[in-house]
């Protein structure tokens, strides 16, 4: 059964630095996705991806976070400047079409990002 | 208010028996409706769509009341397996990502 891919699983970095998390998303889907979910908290959506563009994005998407399909099967999302309160789950998501009922977001296993 | 919520448990029930959780939206332009499950430090999966009408997938039945902007999961003859969070999402009208509710936790024991 095709999946969502995602590296790392668990990536530790110090306050002030660059990260990147990186999606493969199944293959024939053409709409990504990124959500994060803080330790003990809801899942909470940051970006949608279309087209080689965004097409939504929430206010916990702002400057220090960008996202970009470098090569058309990677889906990355970086964080320019990590804070202490960035540490939480990213999931990458994807979908074949607009999600509604029928067509299903299927989520990636994650990456634990620790900002120490 | 928040968006979608949910009475965060955690629900203690014996194998075998019959639980429901519910799930009220705020945003009465909410369009589409699901329930996922999520295992401890796991990605959520798709349970079951919510239909309009109600429905039924094997043990687990799905009602809407939209007048009422709640949502709710019934989990029949329970199994130790069932034991997870379950989260209320909805997708509302002119957007396509999902907002999650924080899930109930539910606890299976033998």
């Known amino acids: 059964e095709p999946e969502v891919t995602q590296t790392p699983s668990h990536q530790v970095t110090q306050m002030g630095q660059e990260v990147i998390l990186r999606c493969v998303p199944i293959?024939?889907?053409?709409?990504f996705y990124w959500y994060r979910q803080i330790l003990g908290q809801k899942v909470e959506f940051l970006v949608s991806?279309?087209?080689?563009?965004?097409?939504?994005k929430s206010e916990i998407f702002d400057d220090q976070f960008s996202v970009e399909r470098p090569d058309g099967s990677n889906f990355t999302l970086k964080i320019r400047s990590t804070k202490l309160e960035d540490s939480a789950m990213y999931f990458c998501?994807?979908?074949?079409?607009?999600?509604?009922?029928?067509?299903?977001?299927?989520f990636g296993p994650g990456t634990r990002l620790t900002v120490t | 208010r928040k968006e979608v919520e949910q009475d965060p448990g955690p629900f203690n029930v014996p194998e075998g028996a019959t639980v429901a959780f519910n799930c009220t939206y705020s945003?009465?332009?909410?369009?589409?409706f699901f329930w996922y499950r999520q295992d401890c430090r796991k990605e959520p999966k798709l349970l079951m769509s919510?239909?309009?009408s109600g429905n039924e997938d094997g043990r687990f039945t799905a009602q809407l009341n939209r007048a009422s902007q709640y949502i709710s999961l019934l989990i029949r003859d329970s199994k130790l397996s069932d034991s997870a969070t379950y989260l209320c999402?909805?997708?509302?009208?002119?957007?396509?990502?999902?907002?999650f509710g924080k899930g109930t936790m539910l606890l299976v024991s033998p």
């Open positions: 998501a994807s979908s074949e079409a607009l999600v509604r009922v029928g067509y299903e977001q299927y």
């Open positions: 293959s024939n889907h053409l709409y």
């Open positions: 991806f279309y087209n080689n563009e965004i097409s939504e």
């Open positions: 945003n009465s332009a909410s369009q589409s």
């Open positions: 919510v239909y309009s």
């Open positions: 999402v909805v997708i509302n009208s002119g957007y396509s990502t999902l907002t």
